[in-house]
């Protein structure tokens, strides 16, 4: 299955602190504030180890391959400290970029970062700080979005902005709800698989930040998506498969009758093999999200 690590923690931080695991997960409950404190600290570290730098820089080479024409503006969604944007800056030497995020932590590192790059990264970046997802910001502008290894957090007042921004969608949240409450045939490893509520509340959530992420490109703009992933797409079991889709709005599939609506059109998705799926241990302590990788998904705006 994919896994970002937004689905495991969307509800189920009770259950991890009846287990006893109450770091991480205790301090991902506090919302966006959690990238200013210890999860920022921990993300801080564990990004800047061997196997980031190698995936960061695979990434960067993989997009930079798969672009042909160089983008004029690229968006780096939840940027963090910078990790991706300054190897893609190296790579898009003739682009400008903007880098959004919600944790001013992390945007403070993603500045001295640049800083050290030199004089003119300021001129060709643009580091913006709010919570995601955020419809008031300019739409229709970039050519591409990256969004890599996402966990974007409930803010204390989002349950209006998801509300304003399409959760409660009707032919969406009946989607939703088939996909949530369908049974998934490889559960061993999906310790929290029956939890319809978690799920249908994940989807949602997931697809108003597809939505945003649509939103912000320009017609025909490219959107790249790096998430956790225990295996290659295509090997992923078929509610996996739809599951994805669907938080990504590339869903075409028809479920139980309705229809979902569909804001990308799938291009590819590539898995690698990487210790950065030890992320993900690290915040669920389950033995079995030790191996894995990334795949990088490329979706392009209908
Ligand atoms: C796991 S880190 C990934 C950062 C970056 N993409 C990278 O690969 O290094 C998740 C980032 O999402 C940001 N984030 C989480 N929830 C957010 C929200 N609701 N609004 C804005 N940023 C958020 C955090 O501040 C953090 O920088």
């Not at 780096?76 to 995020?101: K, M, Q």
């Not at 989607?175 to 799920?199: C, G, H, K, Y």
């Not at 790096?226 to 078929?238: D, G, H, P, W």
Request: aromatic share 10%; glycine share 8%.
């Amino acid at each position: 299955m994919s896994l970002k690590l937004s689905i495991y923690l969307d509800g189920i931080s009770d259950m991890f602190m009846k287990r006893g695991q109450t770091d991480l997960i205790h301090e991902l409950t506090l919302g966006t504030e959690a990238y200013n404190g210890k999860v920022g600290r921990w993300w801080k570290q564990l990004s800047n180890n061997r196997p980031h730098a190698y995936a960061y820089s695979n990434i960067a080479n993989d997009i930079h391959s798969f672009l042909q024409n160089n983008p004029k503006l690229v968006i780096d969604y939840a940027c963090g400290s910078g990790n991706l944007l300054v190897p893609l800056l190296n790579r898009f030497p003739e682009c400008r970029f903007t880098g959004i995020d919600g944790s001013a932590f992390m945007l403070e590192l993603a500045k001295k970062r640049l800083k050290r790059l030199g004089t003119n990264s300021s001129q060709w970046v643009e580091l913006i700080r709010t919570e995601l997802p955020d419809f008031t910001l300019p739409q229709g502008k970039a050519d591409v979005i990256v969004f890599c290894f996402p966990q974007i957090l409930w803010g204390s007042t989002d349950q209006q902005r998801y509300y304003e921004n399409g959760y409660r969608n009707e032919e969406d949240a009946a989607v939703a709800q088939f996909l949530a409450a369908s049974r998934n045939p490889n559960v061993e490893d999906i310790t929290v698989a029956d939890d319809v509520q978690m799920w249908l509340d994940s989807l949602l959530r997931g697809k108003v930040v597809s939505r945003n992420l649509h939103g912000l490109l320009k017609k025909g703009g490219i959107c790249i998506r790096v998430e956790y992933a225990k295996t290659e797409r295509a090997k992923l079991a078929e509610l996996e498969q739809y599951r994805l889709a669907f938080e990504e709005g590339s869903l075409e599939t028809s479920m139980n009758g309705r229809k979902a609506e569909k804001l990308f059109n799938f291009i590819s998705s590539t898995y690698f093999r990487s210790k950065v799926m030890e992320d993900v241990y690290h915040q669920t302590r389950d033995g079995t999200d030790r191996k894995g990788g990334y795949s990088i998904t490329l979706l392009e705006t209908m």
